[in-house]
Structure formats: C-alpha cells, structure tokens
C-alpha cells in the first residue's frame, strides 16, 4: 500500500522541529493540528496483499470501507501516527508495528505493518510504502499456545500436591464421619466439615483438568435435569439486591459432559456474575440449541461452526473493557479486585469448555453488563444415568477378609477401622512388597482394597494382576487421590477394577465393597 505523507511532512518543516522529541512534546498538546494534517494525507494504491488482509474483494472494496476515516479518527490516534511519524522523521526505518483493526466484514483483526520510504522520496514524504499483513490466525495460535504452557504449569504444581491433599481431606472426612454426634450443634457442624471436604476435593478435580492432568468421567445427560436444582439454589443464596431470571427453550439437545463440573461451572458464572453488581442488579441464565453455520473470532477465540448446547449467563453489572476481555480467560489474571475475587473464575470455563470440544465467547462492554455464552456440542449418544448416588445405608460384610494397601499411615488405620466396624477381617500392607508377601502366605483374601500409586516401585495395579495370578478368584478395589503418573485413564484401570476416589464417605466405601463380593 502507497501512500503521500507529504502533508505531514510540510506540518514538521513549518514547526521546525530539531528532533522527535519536541514533535511528541507539541503534538500532544497540540492534537488537533497533527490530526488535520494525518486527513490531508492520501492513499495513492493498494496492493493485493492489503486487500486480502483487510478481507476485501477489490480495491474499490477497500477503499469503501476506509472512506468514513475523518469520521473515526480521533485523539486516541494521535499516539498511534506519532510512533510512525517518529520513525520516518528519524529515518529510523523500516518501521514494525502490530495493531487491532476490523475487516471489511466487522471482524476483529491483528494487522502487522513495515512502513518505509520509496527510493528518492525521503526528503518531501511523498511516498510512503506499507506492507500490510494479516496475522490474526498466527497471534490466535501464539496466544493459545501461550495458554497451554500457562495451564500446563498449573497442572504439574496440582499435580505435585494432589494425591497428599486427597489423602488428607479422606482423613479428615473418616475422622468427622466417626465423631457420630447425637448433638443438633455437633451435628451441624459435623456436615460442614463433610461439606468443606466435598468442595476441596471438587476444587483439586477443577486444578487438575486444567492442563488435562485427569480426564473428566462424561455422561449423556440433558443440561436442564442439573441445572434446575441448582437455579433454584442460586436464587436462594442470591443477595436480595439482586434479581435472577431464567430463559430454557424446550426440547434441549444432549450433551456429554461431566455432570459435578458443569454444575460448578454454572456457578461460577453466576458467581462471577455477582461480584460485577456490587450494588445490585439482574442474572438471566440462558439454556438453548444453537446451530453455528459460519464460524466467527470471538476476543482471539475461533467458535466453530457445529451444533451445541448454549448456557447463557447474562448480569447488568460493570463491564469489561475490551482489555480485560482478552485476559478474562488467564487462570493467573483476575478481572476483579482483591476484595471481590475468588475461586477460578473465567479461566475455569474456558478449560472446561476446550476439554469438551466447546467454545466460550464474552461480550462486554464497560457500564453496559457482561454475557457469557458457553457452547457445548451436541452428542451424539443416547442418555445415560446421570449420577451414582450413594445413601447412608451400610451393609455389613459377612467376615470376609480384606487386604487394604495404603501407605499413610493414619488413613490407612481409619480406612481399616471403617471396615472392621462393616464386619470385615483386616490385614494392612503399606506397599506392594508387603502385599505381595501377604499374599503368598494368606489363602483367604476375597479383596483387594489398593492404592493406585504406592513407594517401592510396584503400583496398585500390578498388585492386582500378581494377586490374580495366584488367587483367580480374587476381587480387586482400587482407591486412589490421583491416578495421573499410573498413565492409564480410568476406562483402562477399570478393566482391571473398579476405582474409588478419595476422599470417600464410609457408606459409599461399605456400598462399594458389599457390591463387589455380594453382588
């Protein structure tokens, strides 16, 4: 592209400016004169290549869509030209750039620009060439390739710490659930302690399907058969400032998600949500079908064409500048000050929608509210059953005995208490060794109830397959915290057995283990 700068050039020479500092210096406070001159400026051709990066079909197309340039120039430009105008006056050429325009179609796009001199014309400005380039698709994969580095840091941190913290809230949980208080206050206070337990071992599940540390156990499910129990809690814990509303089209598409995840996902919108409405304000929460049949860029995120699911979450509070936008989705950046922030917010939307094939977009301004729309494919796949609920029966064994493999220690003992009180024989190995020990000695073992990861270098899973090898009849219980470094996803591990995780509650452990040798 070609372009006669010559009007600004006579601006400079009528100044007299002696460097590039006394330009910025003037045209700052003087913005108006340096705008005039950047109008009388023309641009004499453009090339192909500008016209295909602005998405143009013709040059007359082009020039179209920057005829209403006197209309949309501002002082907020005045920085943008001066960095430009600084470098030619310099002749500190050929100068680079990288900037946020919009297409000939209303779409977002980064421009890269190398402006310099044509030969002969230094002295009067007349022409300046640009070479223009469109490189929204590669600044996209560099900002998602950014991201994954981001959350792939995350997920080693997580999953350093995963398996001791699961360990420790299974303690703690054991412990509570045997204090057994006929007292209402203890009681209560009993169920707090089990409910804290719950939402850490969720938030741990949430850090470590950050960076796919632990896959997710998806189900066919109908989003509006878990999302109206919890709307209905919402509007409850709601503050009375602020209203919520539901708008959920009829015959909802499937979806395959993970059910506990979605659930924490909605509510962390809505969380999100009312933090922007300090004072007060509306929710209105969105279930809808959408087909997708163009794709489009949303804040440097590509929504692919597609059927999906859309969950809506819409408020009327403080907005987002368009900065605040493209960060929105950074689990190390918060939009929020410190006295509203909590839990992971935007972050945990995007990383739950990427690991089922999903798309987020925002659209925000300042003043005007935020929405957030989530777009979850359509599956393909019949419903399922939704969840495994557990009750508080607990049937009793009937003096089987039970090997338990765990290596910490006090869990190990609370875990063996739970049992023994089920009416089970226990014996305790606190690694794979040990087990196996046990095991060519003892001919009356029924089960098998493993860590997946154990010290001294053999894991719950080749227990089990030593362990079946000379017991045939064996029954094998895997629990585990974390089962990452075992590199198997839980289809695998369960062909070998099934696999509690921890932390559990003692009626799911004595369902589980009465399942497995009763039927």
């Not at 421009?111 to 009067?124: D, L």
């Not at 599940?205 to 989003?223: A, G, H």
């Not at 692919?304 to 605040?324: A, E, L, N, R």
């Not at 410190?338 to 690991?355: D, E, H, I, R, T």
Request: glycine share 6%; aromatic share 8%; charged share 20%.
């Amino acid at each position: 592209m070609e372009e006669d700068y010559s009007p600004i050039k006579r601006f400079i020479d009528s100044m007299s400016f002696k460097d590039s500092s006394e330009i910025w210096e003037y045209c700052t406070h003087h913005p108006h004169e340096f705008l005039n001159a950047i109008l009388e400026c023309q641009t004499l051709n453009v090339n192909p290549a500008a016209i295909h990066a602005y998405g143009a079909n013709s040059e007359e197309e082009f020039m179209n869509d920057h005829k209403d340039f006197e209309n949309w120039m501002s002082y907020d430009w005045v920085a943008f030209y001066l960095h430009e105008i600084e470098a030619l006056f310099d002749n500190n050429l050929p100068f680079h750039r990288e900037f946020q325009d919009t297409a000939v179609d209303g779409q977002e796009i980064t421009i890269r620009n190398v402006t310099f001199f044509n030969k002969g014309y230094e002295n009067n400005w007349s022409r300046v060439t640009s070479i223009i380039e469109n490189v929204t698709d590669r600044k996209m994969m560099e900002a998602q390739l950014h991201q994954s580095q981001k959350m792939e840091t995350l997920g080693q941190l997580t999953e350093s710490l995963a398996h001791d913290v699961n360990n420790i809230l299974a303690i703690i949980s054991g412990q509570a659930e045997k204090l057994n208080s006929k007292d209402d206050e203890n009681r209560q206070v009993i169920k707090e302690i089990l409910e804290a337990v719950s939402a850490g071992s969720g938030l741990v599940k949430q850090l470590l399907s950050f960076s796919s540390k632990q896959q997710p156990e998806s189900l066919v499910l109908d989003i509006s058969d878990i999302t109206e129990n919890l709307i209905a809690m919402l509007d409850k814990t709601l503050p009375e400032s602020i209203t919520m509303e539901t708008t959920i089209k009829p015959d909802l598409w499937l979806i395959e998600t993970e059910p506990a995840r979605l659930e924490n996902i909605v509510l962390n919108l809505v969380l999100n949500s009312r933090d922007a409405m300090p004072g007060g304000g509306k929710i209105i929460i969105g279930l809808s079908n959408e087909t997708i049949s163009k794709s489009f860029v949303n804040h440097g995120r590509q929504i692919k064409t597609g059927d999906y699911v859309v969950i809506s979450v819409i408020d009327t509070g403080v907005g987002m500048t368009s900065g605040q936008m493209r960060n929105a989705l950074d689990p190390l950046h918060s939009t929020k000050s410190q006295q509203y922030s909590s839990g992971l917010g935007l972050s945990s939307v995007f990383q739950f929608a990427s690991q089922n094939q999903g798309q987020v977009a925002i659209f925000s301004a300042p003043g005007s509210g935020t929405e957030v729309r989530l777009f979850i494919p359509k599956s393909s796949h019949d419903a399922g059953v939704l969840f495994e609920h557990y009750s508080e029966y607990l049937p009793q064994g009937k003096g089987e005995t039970i090997l338990l493999v765990e290596d910490e220690r006090i869990l190990a003992r609370l875990i063996a208490t739970m049992l023994d009180d089920l009416g089970y024989s226990i014996l305790i190995a606190r690694d794979g060794l040990e087990a196996l020990d046990i095991l060519s000695k003892t001919f009356s073992i029924s089960l098998i109830l493993t860590n997946m990861q154990l010290p001294g270098g053999l894991s719950g899973i080749e227990i089990s397959k030593t362990a079946q090898s000379l017991h045939p009849d064996i029954k094998i219980q895997f629990m585990s915290g974390y089962t990452g470094d075992i590199n198997l996803d839980r289809a695998e591990i369960e062909k070998c057995g099934p696999l509690l995780n921890k932390p559990f509650r003692k009626a799911e452990l004595a369902q589980r283990v009465s399942r497995i040798l009763h039927g």
